[in-house]
T-cell receptor, first 113, second 114 residues
């Protein structure tokens, strides 16, 4: 079945710096790749997603890139702010209908001011 | 608008007891998912409903776990003979339809089995 690897597990940056989180997936049939942000004691919140027919997507300070050939995708956060501090999860769908998500183990991002 | 809600937010029970966890999806969402999140891990898929029927229950760890969605809206996850290893945060998510990818998560129920 699908397997999603996520790196790094922890990431510390200074406010204003950029942060990059990388994920790889194993199932070439995966076609949907969302990123979630989870704050302590809360459920995951979708921040951006990308489908396999697109190579890059941007939303203000957040961007995601997808390389289908290499089966990896990345989250880029620019001009980081302390409120960006949270755990970030990448995920991949294993079915054409985009049902069950397979998640990475998460990256704890700390932004210090 | 209202998001996915889950009750209770916390549940403490003793080993061997039965528990029920409830999920109220976003109004109008026909697809509903249950995930389990252990400490320091990403959510792991348990079961997926499209309407009233369980379309995929391949993630349920064993037959002590069961879920229902009798009217195609609210869902209940039921765990029999709880074990300490069942302790985790149980997350519910919903999406507009089975063909719509975006899943919106609730805040979760933290289950602790003593």
């Amino acid at each position: 079945g699908e397997n999603v690897e996520q790196h790094p597990s922890t990431l510390s940056v200074q406010e204003g710096d950029s942060a990059v989180i990388k994920c790889t997936y194993s199932d070439s049939a995966s076609n949907y790749f969302p990123w979630y942000k989870q704050e302590l004691g809360k459920g995951p919140q979708l921040i951006i997603d990308i489908r396999s027919n697109v190579g890059e997507k941007k939303d203000q300070r957040i961007a995601v890139t997808l390389n289908k050939t290499a089966k990896h995708f990345s989250l880029h956060i620019t001009e980081t702010q302390p409120e960006d501090s949270a755990v970030y999860f990448c995920a991949a769908s294993i079915k054409q209908a985009g049902t069950a998500l397979i998640f990475g183990k998460g990256t704890t991002l700390s932004v210090s001011s | 608008g209202a998001g996915v809600s889950q009750t209770p937010s916390n549940k403490v029970t003793e080993k061997g007891k039965y528990v029920e966890l409830r999920c109220d999806p976003i109004s109008g969402h026909t697809a509903l998912y249950w995930y389990r999140q252990s400490l320091g891990q990403g959510p792991e898929f348990l079961i997926y409903f499209q309407g009233t029927g369980a379309a995929d229950d391949s993630g349920l760890p064993n037959d002590r776990f069961f879920a229902v969605r009798p009217e195609g809206s609210v869902s209940t996850l039921k765990i029999q003979r709880t074990e300490r290893g069942d302790s985790a945060v149980y997350l519910c998510a919903s999406s507009l339809s089975h063909s719509t990818d975006t899943q919106y998560f609730g805040p979760g129920t933290r289950l602790t089995v003593l």
